[in-house]
């Protein structure tokens, strides 16, 4: 079984704060994917990665970085959190070949404050 | 905004049958799949369709009609558990990015 997990389910930051969201699989999957999720907006892409160090923004990028330093690990920063960065955020994987299903982690809720 | 269009919300009875319906725009995609998620839990795999026609899976069904850039998923002989929302999602020509719905949740009434 596919396994990916995120290091929290619930987050509380304060604005302004460096926030670390982390989210490794266990399957050796290339490509990684940061999402959110919003009421009546969907899934919205932020970041993928599609190897080890490398990285393409998505489709709204602005306020996020990613970094992936190793293959099972894709993190999202917000490097100064502000209350519009409350959501839910959702990460994902998939092997470079293959099928395009996405697996994805159990969610962080993250809210600002 | 959204690529990919689908209801918000839908309500049937159990035992029932509802049916989903995507719609998006036909360039772009190579296919489409559907994810169920209950609250507070990560979408899972459905299906995906690539070419057209119904494929058939249990008690769900899914449709893909590339010409006319519309989906549905068939859910029949409802039953409470699959109250949850379900996302259509199209993937670009590279497979790289999933451009997703907003997603529709259907509520089970019994």
């Known amino acids: 079984d596919v396994k990916v997990t995120q290091s929290s389910r619930y987050l509380v930051k304060r604005t302004g704060e460096k926030v670390f969201l982390e989210c490794v699989q266990d399957?050796?999957?290339?490509?990684m994917f940061w999402y959110r999720q919003d009421p009546g907006l969907g899934l919205r892409l932020i970041y993928f990665s599609y190897d080890v160090k490398m990285k393409e923004k998505g489709d709204i990028p602005e306020g996020y970085s990613v970094s992936r330093e190793k293959k099972e690990r894709f993190s999202l920063i917000l490097e100064s959190a502000s209350t519009n960065q409350t959501s839910m955020y959702l990460c994902?994987?998939?092997?470079?070949?293959?099928?395009?299903?996405?697996?994805f982690g159990p969610g962080t809720r993250l809210t600002v404050t | 905004g959204q690529n990919i269009d689908q209801p918000t919300e839908m309500t049937a009875t159990e035992g029932a049958i509802v049916q989903i319906n995507c719609t998006y725009q036909t360039s772009g995609f190579n296919g489409l799949f559907w994810y169920q998620q209950h609250a507070g839990e990560a979408p899972t795999f459905l299906s995906y369709n690539v070419l057209d026609g119904l494929e058939e899976k249990g008690r769900f069904s899914s449709f893909l009609s590339r010409s006319k850039g519309y989906s549905y998923l068939l859910l029949k002989e409802l039953q409470m558990k699959d109250s949850a929302s379900y996302l259509c999602?199209?993937?670009?020509?590279?497979?790289?990015?999933?451009?997703f719905g907003g997603g529709t949740r259907v509520l089970v009434k019994p």
């Open positions: 399957m050796d999957h290339e490509n």
């Open positions: 999602a199209g993937p670009k020509a590279a497979g790289n990015k999933l451009t």
């Open positions: 994902a994987s998939r092997p470079r070949r293959g099928s395009y299903e996405q697996y």
